[in-house]
Every structure is written in C-alpha cells, then in structure tokens.
C-alpha cells in the first residue's frame, strides 16, 4: 500500500509513476505555466535561448499582467507590450488584457483554468493559491517558466509534508487571512521550508472557497511548496460555477500517508490576528495591541481581494466614513469581483465611506504604485507581506490583517477589530 | 568546477527579495542597471563595496519572498561568486540554479564566518575555507541532477544539451 500524501499523488500521476516518495527528484508533465508582466518578459528573452522558440500547448499557458497594470510608467508599458506580443505570435489562448485581466491568483480560478488534480508552475510566488481548488500548483521563477512554457514539464524535488488538521467553526470577524497568519506565527517564515502544507479536516467546511484560496496563497510566506485542500462539495459547487463541463480528477491523500509533523487548528479559538513589522510570523492578537495609529488602509491583493472580502469590508464600512486624514484603498481582485460589487451596493458604500476604488491591479502589494508609503508612514494591508520597504519607505510599516480589521482600522484610524465599532 | 574566493558580505536570518531587489526597480530589463539597487533596502552600501568574486554568506531563510529571478540575478550580476547560507528559500535556491549563481547550503559556515573574512570554495569538494581564521567547513553536496544543470551553467543549456 503507498503512504502518499495529495500533493505527492498528484505528482506520481503526472510523473507517470505509480508511487513517488519524499526527496526523490522527478520530472512532471504540466496542466498550466503562468506568468505575469514582471516575470514573463524575463521568461520570454530565455525562450530565445532554446534551439526551438515555440510553446508547448497555446491553451496551456496563461499570461496576466496584474503588477504594474494599467501601465504605471513607460518600462511596464514596454514590459506587457513584450508580453503582448509574445502571446500573438503564439497565439496564446489565455492572455487576459486589460479590460479582462485581473489579478492572477484570482482570475485564474475564477476563469476555470485552475482544476484539482492539476500540476501548475507559475512564475509569482503565490501560485500556491490553486491549491484551495485540490492542485499542485508552485511558485517558480522566469528561466523554469521558459522550460516550462517550451517543453510542458518541470523537474521537482518531491516533497514532504505537514498536515493541519482542521476543526470547529469560526467566528463572525473571523475569516481564512486569520487561520494563516496565526499558522505562520505558529509555525515561523521557514516553518514549511520546501513542504507541502495539507489542510484537512472536519473544520474546513465551515472555510468559504474565498477563506481557502487566502489560507493556499499565503503557505509561501511559511516558506512552503504548496498549500493543498481536498476538494469536498463547496469546492465541486465553485468548480460548477466557474469550470462547468471542464473534467478533472481529484485525489485524496492514503490513510496511512506520513507527515513530518501534525497541527490541529481549533478555528472556534481563532481570533482576529495581525502580522506586525517586518515579518508575517510577528503575529499578535488584540490582547497584546496596543493603540497604534495608521496612515492608510489597503484592501486587496491576489490575498484578499474577492467578494467575500469585499463584503465583509463593506459590511464594516456601511454608514461609517474613514477616520480623519486616512486613506483607504480598496482593490477588487478582477473585472467580474468589481462588476459584482458594484451590483451589490459595495462600491457605493466604499465611495460613501471616504474610501477609493482601484481596477484590478497588484499595485501597492508590492510597493508598484497606487499607495506607496512615505517614510514613517502605517498601513493595515490585507496583503501578504510585510517586509522592510514592501510598500515604500524603507523605514514605513505594514501590518498584515484581515479585511474585517482593514476596514475597522480605516473607521478608527488605528489597528482595530470589529468589536471596537461595537460590532 | 570552478573555485571562487573573495571577501564576505555578512547577512542575518530571512533576508528577502524585496529587499534584494526592491519592486520598485522591477521594471528595469537591463541586468547591470539592476544590478546598481542589489541589496539597497538592506546596505546601501553593498553596490559601492562590492567586488568581482566577493561572497554573501547569511543565516537561514535566504532570499524567501518572491519569485522574482532578478533576485539571484542582480547577485550574480553585481560580482558575488557565491552566497553561502545556513538555509536557502526554495524559489531563490531554484532560481539559483537555473540561473547559474553558485550556493551553498552551509549551518557551521554561517555561523564561523564573519564579515570582512576572506573566504574561498571549492565547488567540487564543497569544501569552504576561512583564509582569515584556516577554519574549514563541508557544504552540502547537490543532487546528481543539479550538479549537472549547475555544470552546463543553468537550466536552458541543460535542456538544450538534452
């Protein structure tokens, strides 16, 4: 009998192996090889280097440019346009321009491109987040993207995993930005170094796709391989929704499957958690924060820039206005999240708060622009990182939080949770 | 294999890629012009202070953040020979490879070293000298399979090879 975990079946399958273990080096075939404009552009120069320049499979490649998009100077400009035109020459099925693009963490599952049972490389670190849906999907750089976009394959170091076993049900403010920040905390920045990070248990149904595709993002920032969910009904129904009549394969881990390590995450006691300068393990919770006051407030990313975000931010926001001299940005993850939005009344009841609504972009996330701090300054971002000069100045700060205490923070003026609004 | 000597760049635990290459830089192609911001949110001073063959050595979590290649790229590019560290990032330590920038994973070199020191690696043996304190230390040896894409000097040549 094998003893594999999911991610470790997923690979044996597309390795054409019947059984893989943790360490061994093997070379898998690939569902899916995506990049954006800050990655592609390195990609594309390397494919020239290869004897043949063409692609593997034209629908198995999606290019997003989300970083710096809309353009925000004449380099990005010229970093899509080299992007652009690659994906005419092939004839990429999955270029997203503006006016379709979002961003890529979000747009992608939301398109249906994104399939359990799926291996997927993409060149941004965060392309864990389709592991919600039961993939392997990994974060690579520029050169494993031009291999991959050349010959369809990858090689991978199997991995070795650690399994969270999760139980009980949130409550109300509480949401999956929450159960990841109090794991990296837990667990440290290198916690999951080279590991897969499988998420199971009785507790994850009572965990929204938008609350997984947050918990899958951020296994990076514990420094993992992969975060994996199994796919139960809530996943199937979203697959309805977003990929009707695509076929895919689901895999569950073996019974007996062997993990380095075992945590059992109560979300009942979870509380609303903040990553506090300049790491995403210097987490602290409400009991230990003291009055701190902020400067501006981001709600967004490939993080936290859905619609069960966005709702939860407007809930918090409705007949509130932000604080005094505050700036809070607000950024829907992509064209459908912010059509959605807009239908539902969010929009209006941002705009109404004092807040700003962006187009789709990574913007701020990652210091690009649309919200870059001066020196000194505070932001409570629900981002993913909150390293020295991520979003501007070197000696700025980012507090890493939930859109529940984004959005109260933005009413108060300092790093607050729902319950300080008498919510 | 080649050999690299130079004098050390000393870093502590979790040094990022944003702090390697700042996002603010990431629309520049040109590697040497990248090349000017390597490490600017850490030490500003590393870009006047390096020299051709110099060696970064830095506790663990090296280069964790992004997937950014013109994080091991702007290394390479500023002259480092090598970057020794008690654990590396899983994507910088890929991209490393890929890219042809020599690592090596290393706890007692990590800890010895200090800044200042003139160190010198033999890639084939692994082996790590301390030429200021004859200390030695053993890095850890690659797999087969990397050494033979370090060896063609990174992955596209590898493949082309193939």
């Avoid at chain 1, 346009?81 to 690659?86: M, P, Q, T």
């Avoid at chain 1, 599952?109 to 389709?130: Q, R």
């Avoid at chain 2, 040497?32 to 202070?49: G, P, Q, R």
């Avoid at chain 2, 050595?57 to 280069?63: Q, R, T």
Wanted: charged content about 25%.
């Amino acid at each position: 009998m094998s003893k594999m975990t999911m991610s470790q079946k997923i690979l044996a399958s597309h390795a054409g192996l019947s059984e893989v273990s943790a360490g061994q080096l093997i070379e898998a075939d690939l569902d899916l090889v995506l990049g954006n404009d800050i990655t592609s552009p390195v990609a594309i120069r390397e494919m020239t280097k290869f004897k043949s320049d063409s692609v593997f499979d034209k629908d198995k490649i999606a290019l997003v440019p989300d970083h710096f998009v809309p353009n925000k100077d004449i380099k990005s400009a010229e970093n899509c346009k080299c992007v652009r035109e690659f994906a005419k020459k092939n004839n990429i099925t999955n270029y997203f321009e503006v006016g379709q693009m979002g961003i890529e963490h979000a747009l992608l599952p939301e398109s249906g491109l994104t399939l359990p049972g799926n291996v997927i490389i993409g060149a941004d670190s965060h392309t864990c987040t389709y592991g919600a849906l039961g993939a392997f999907s990994t974060g690579i750089g520029s050169t494993d993207m031009a291999a991959g976009m050349a010959t369809g394959k990858a090689w991978f170091k199997v991995p070795s995993a650690i399994k969270f076993n999760i139980v009980g049900k949130p409550s109300k403010w509480v949401s999956g930005k929450d159960v990841i920040l109090h794991i990296i905390g837990m667990i440290g920045v290198d916690g999951a170094l080279y590991k897969s990070m499988e998420f199971v248990g009785e507790g994850i149904k009572n965990l929204s796709m938008d609350d997984r595709f947050t918990i899958a993002n951020m296994a990076i920032e514990a420094g993992g391989k992969n975060g994996i969910f199994p796919v139960d009904e809530i996943a199937i129904e979203y697959l309805k929704e977003h990929a009707p009549g695509k076929e895919y394969k689901i895999f569950e881990a073996d019974p007996d499957a062997e993990y380095d390590e075992e945590y059992t995450i109560d979300l009942s006691a979870l509380k609303s958690t903040v990553a506090f300068p300049h790491l995403p393990e210097n987490t602290h919770t409400f009991d230990e924060i003291q009055d701190t006051k902020i400067d501006q407030v981001v709600i967004g990313s490939c993080t936290n820039g859905r619609l069960n975000d966005l709702r939860c931010a407007a809930e918090i926001l409705s007949g509130r206005h932000v604080a005094d001299g505050m700036r809070c940005i607000i950024i829907p993850g992509t064209q459908k999240i912010y059509l959605q939005a807009m239908q539902e009344g969010l929009l209006k009841t941002f705009i109404e708060a004092g807040a700003i609504v962006s187009t789709p972009t990574c913007g701020p996330c990652l210091g690009g622009y649309m919200g870059i701090l001066a020196s000194g300054e505070r932001c409570v971002s629900t981002t993913n990182r909150n390293f020295v000069g991520r979003m501007g100045a070197i000696d700025s700060e980012i507090y890493l939080a939930s859109p529940a205490v984004a959005a109260a923070s933005a009413v108060t003026g300092k790093i607050s949770e729902p319950s300080e609004l008498g919510l | 294999m080649k050999a690299a000597k130079g004098t050390v760049f000393k870093y502590g635990d979790n040094v990022d890629t944003d702090v390697i290459i700042p996002a603010r830089y990431l629309a520049i192609s040109d590697a040497k012009e990248l090349a000017t911001h390597c490490m600017e949110d850490i030490d500003k001073d590393f870009v006047n202070n390096v020299k051709a063959g110099d060696i970064i050595v830095a506790d663990k979590n090296f280069g964790c953040g992004s997937s950014r290649e013109h994080a091991p790229l702007v290394i390479k590019t500023a002259g480092v020979s090598c970057v020794i560290a008690k654990s590396f990032a899983r994507i910088f330590y890929r991209n490393a490879i890929n890219i042809g920038l020599p690592i090596i994973e290393c706890v007692e070199a990590a800890e010895n070293i200090k800044a200042g020191d003139i160190v010198s690696i033999d890639f084939d043996t692994g082996i790590i000298t301390d030429e200021t304190t004859g200390e030695t230390f053993k890095g850890q040896a690659f797999p087969e399979f990397m050494q033979k894409i370090i060896d063609s000097e990174g992955l596209i040549n590898y493949i082309n090879k193939k």
